[in-house]
């Protein structure tokens, strides 16, 4: 089942603690404005990803503390999982879902940090290398 989590009580967000690439980003930023947490969650999470709605690429964490009135662009920023395909399965779940709720949005990037196993799992899953920046990398899905 796909959770989007928008409220600070939602119980999945104790599961933040095992962000593995922006673990200092708090729970209140995650779901404030126009950023939420998606889950895949059988029993317990599978995998988990933040997202922040905007309507341009952001290059670091700080511009994603900007809200767009009309977002274009759904930016991944960071994912994990506890079961192997999970964080694909739940990417392209919540690209389905992003797309229903927001017909605004046309966009499909993330801001990932420059790593060899982010590069691997978005190049695997079909995304391409939009922009590298100082300190991150937007990789964007073609999503038709």
Excluded at 94 to 109: A, C, G, H, N
């Amino acid at each position: 089942m796909l959770s989007f989590i928008r409220e600070l009580t939602d119980p999945l967000l104790d599961y933040l603690k095992d962000d593995p690439v922006r673990p200092e980003i708090s729970r209140e930023f995650r779901v404030s404005g126009q950023r939420f947490v998606s889950a895949l969650v059988d029993d317990q999470p599978r995998a988990m990803v933040c997202v922040s709605l905007h309507d341009f690429v952001p290059e670091t964490v700080a511009d994603l503390s900007q809200d767009p009135a009309e977002p274009n662009t759904a930016i991944f920023y960071t994912i994990w999982s506890y079961a192997p395909g999970a964080a694909t399965e739940l990417l392209f779940a919540t690209v389905d879902q992003i797309r229903e709720l927001y017909p605004t949005v046309r966009r499909f990037v993330t801001l990932s940090p420059k790593t060899e196993m982010a590069r691997k799992f978005h190049l695997r899953n079909g995304a391409h290398v939009l922009r590298e920046n100082t300190d991150t990398v937007n990789y964007e899905y073609i999503i038709a």
